[in-house]
């Protein structure tokens, strides 16, 4: 994707160049726009580019505020929260999800799935950004907003790529009390079927996972998540921060086995650059 980002972002130019020239397809072209520098945004979020990753999401906003189109601006706005959260302006992002929010609500038809599943996204999110700023009375109330939607829209779905549905909240809500230092919750309550989610969320719910079970000193059982997420999706693994972080915690617990270089931990570490 990182190779692929220079030329669908130069095509997005060219796109919006052309929505000044001509008049009926415009909204179309900044839509289009919108959608490939929310990619961008999140893309580079995830591989720790997070002032770029910001620079992106600035024009996703400003793309899809011209494409007239609410679900094209909540979908950016989005990318905003993501940007926001991989920069640790967490005020931000919760400002700028609780105003998506309170604009998307007002515009759109209660019963459009795709409507449903972006302010359940934005609540998600917002939440999540609440939690890392340790307002739990927010962390908590927000998850509660986004299962009414989650109940509402009836099953696990993927309007939008948001991967929205009734498991989608009960994830964000373990990912939330791993914030909130509640590790005990996250160990009793984790172990959740994810297989039929989208890839990404279902490889991100075993990597909190495995930071609970680290946390708790179930070693074992924190490395076999690691496994089986790195089987899934390699890519997302070892550019995660967070899997850093347990892949040193893990070799800490078992200095002898766990620190030796012929280990399965500290073989894992170096492909994930934990390690030199």
């Not at 002032?51 to 094209?72: C, F, G, K, N």
């Not at 999110?125 to 939607?149: G, K, N, S, Y």
């Not at 719910?205 to 998540?225: C, P, Q, V």
């Amino acid at each position: 994707m990182i190779a692929a980002l220079p030329a669908l972002l130069q095509t997005a130019q060219e796109l919006e160049d052309r929505a000044g020239r001509r008049g009926e397809d415009r909204h179309d072209c900044w839509a289009v726009s919108a959608r490939t520098h929310h990619l961008a945004a999140t893309t580079l979020a995830k591989v720790g580019e997070s002032d770029v990753s910001w620079l992106a999401a600035e024009r996703a906003m400003r793309a899809a505020d011209e494409s007239d189109d609410p679900l094209v601006l909540a979908s950016a706005a989005r990318s905003g929260t993501h940007a926001l959260l991989a920069n640790g302006r967490y005020e931000d992002a919760m400002e700028l999800g609780n105003t998506t929010a309170t604009w998307l609500a007002s515009q759109v038809a209660e019963s459009d799935p795709s409507a449903l599943s972006l302010l359940g996204m934005i609540h998600l999110r917002a939440a999540v950004a609440a939690a890392r700023h340790q307002d739990r009375p927010t962390a908590t109330r927000l998850p509660d907003r986004a299962e009414e939607l989650a109940d509402d829209l009836g099953s696990d779905e993927n309007y939008w790529q948001t991967g929205f549905g009734p498991t989608n909240v009960i994830l964000h809500r373990l990912s939330i009390e791993l914030d909130l230092d509640n590790v005990s919750y996250v160990v009793e309550n984790g172990r959740i079927d994810v297989d039929h989610m989208p890839q990404e969320r279902s490889v991100s719910h075993r990597i909190d996972y495995s930071r609970a079970l680290s946390l708790a000193g179930h070693g074992d059982e924190a490395f076999s998540e690691l496994r089986t997420a790195e089987r899934t999706a390699p890519q997302l693994v070892r550019n995660n921060p967070r899997v850093r972080e347990t892949l040193r915690d893990l070799i800490k617990q078992s200095p002898v086995s766990g620190g030796s270089r012929s280990s399965e931990v500290f073989v894992m570490a170096q492909r994930c650059r934990a390690v030199q």
